[in-house]
């Protein structure tokens, strides 16, 4: 099911920000592709951690209260050791691997200021966001390779979740669906097969 405009905004453009967003409509969309990947691979990393350190989705909430991502996988990194057994124990820690190796430029990409390097004799004016505190850049170009690390982040948590949360095998399909549910009803018989979050 796609995102629609309402009748009354369809022929209406997009307003325009203060500044410019020098990133094309493809730039944007991988961007977009990454905010929604990286949703899915931060509530696969709580379920992973409420798993291996026995607790309920809102008692680990309580405990990770107000820490960055950075701080949560190190959480992983420390649990991976209570996994069932050594299959499992691998796939925590590669999760963990994939994930952190993200992490800095997923943080200056959503986080960063967003415009154009001025000093690059190279390629004068290119596409970057600038990390506001380490002077750190990240430049548009790298998009589709950064997509491409978050998308192996993304199959490793899943791999992770799958094995330790479900104690099912890890399947190779993609493009699955995600559906949401509360706790101790089972799903539609309508669903297909798929992840059942709850």
Not at 39 to 57: E, M, N, T, V, Y
Not at 80 to 103: F, G, I, L, P, Q
Not at 108 to 127: M, Q
Request: glycine share 6%.
């Amino acid at each position: 099911m796609s995102s629609k405009r309402s009748s009354s905004d369809k022929n209406k453009p997009l307003s325009s920000p203060v500044y410019e967003i020098p990133l094309s409509d493809e730039e944007l969309i991988i961007i977009g592709r990454i905010a929604v990947m990286w949703g899915h691979i931060d509530q696969q990393i709580d379920l992973i951690l409420s798993r291996l350190l026995g607790l309920k989705l809102v008692e680990l909430a309580d405990i990770l209260s107000g820490k960055m991502i950075g701080a949560k996988i190190e959480f992983l990194k420390k649990g991976a050791y209570r996994a069932k057994n050594k299959e499992n124990e691998k796939a925590v820690k590669d999760c963990y691997t994939k994930v952190k190796a993200c992490v800095a430029e997923r943080n200056i990409v959503f986080h960063g200021s967003w415009g154009r390097e001025a000093y690059n004799k190279k390629r004068p004016f290119v596409p970057c966001a600038l990390h506001r505190t380490k002077g750190s850049y990240f430049y548009a170009d790298r998009l589709w390779k950064f997509h491409e690390l978050v998308n192996e982040a993304s199959i490793a948590t899943d791999a992770a979740c799958t094995m330790v949360c479900f104690g099912v095998p890890v399947s190779d399909a993609r493009n699955r669906s995600t559906y949401f549910g509360r706790e101790g009803k089972a799903p539609p018989a309508v669903v297909p097969q798929a992840r059942y979050i709850r």
